[in-house]
T-cell receptor
Framework: DADVTQTPRNRITKTGKRIMLECSQT?????MYWYRQDPGLGLRLIYY???????NKGEISDGYSVSRQAQAKFSLSLESAIPNQTALYFC?????????????FGPGTRLLVL | GEDVEQSLFLSVREGDSSVINCTYT??????LYWYKQEPGAGLQLLTY?????DMKQDQRLTVLLNKKDKHLSLRIADTQTGDSAIYFC????????????FGQGTTLQVKP
């Protein structure tokens, strides 16, 4: 089984709808992240959480919110989706006990906002 | 602000060496990373280098770090068609805070 899972893998929604992307991990890591990937722009950090009670904005948090329901779960919400939020979304995890601070990525959620 | 830059595309013939370059602005990082993204997949860590090293070799992969010029490169020896992917370099944001700044990604095309 994959260590970092994301649901759904693909989603089509309409402008103005609220949607939630979910991420779960079985790695026992304390840190979790949400990124979006756009062609030619690489990955940009949306939000990150260093533990259940510690949530922080990343580079591009406007239009997004997150919830860390448990150490293993980190959800990303789009309150009112707009077309320029069409992108590939990745969840990642890491452990503060890992000196290299390597991040491990989920398979991604492809979101299309019409 | 902090920035990581990569060229967008590289094409090589199978069996040749590939060199993917990256420049970064934050010099306080302890580690720098290379990730690989195969088509339709997430990112997987390829390798990383500790900032007090100039070079790290791992089988066909060689990472070179020039801290003075803030330049990182990834060399893939004997490039295979299975190496076709997007390669991202990543630099921790604001030192080792656990956040990463990624380059735009270099698409490596390997021709038979």
């Amino acid at each position: 089984d994959a260590d970092v899972t994301q649901t759904p893998r693909n989603r089509i929604t309409k402008t103005g709808k609220r949607i939630m992307l979910e991420c779960s991990q079985t790695k026992g890591h304390d840190r979790m992240y949400w990124y979006r990937q756009d062609p030619g722009l690489g990955l940009r950090l949306i939000y990150y959480s260093f533990d259940v009670k510690d949530i922080n904005k990343g580079e591009i948090s406007d239009g997004y919110s997150v919830s860390r329901q448990a150490q293993a779960k980190f959800s990303l919400s789009l309150e009112s989706a707009i077309p320029n939020q069409t992108a590939l979304y990745f969840c990642a995890t890491s452990s503060r006990q890992d000196k290299s601070e390597t991040q491990y990525f989920g398979p991604g959620t492809r979101l299309l906002v019409l | 602000g902090e920035d990581v830059e990569q060229s967008l595309f590289l094409s090589v013939r199978e069996g040749d060496s590939s060199v993917i370059n990256c420049t970064y602005t934050d010099s306080s990082s302890t580690y720098l990373y290379w990730y690989k993204q195969e088509p339709g997949a997430g990112l997987q860590l390829l390798t990383y280098i500790f900032s007090n090293m100039d070079m790290k070799q791992d089988q066909r992969l060689t990472v070179l770090l020039n801290k003075k010029d803030k330049h990182l490169s990834l060399r893939i020896a004997d490039t295979q068609t299975g190496d076709s992917a997007i390669y991202f370099c990543a630099d921790p944001w604001g030192g080792n805070t656990g956040k990463l700044i990624f380059g735009q990604g270099t698409t490596l095309q390997v021709k038979p």
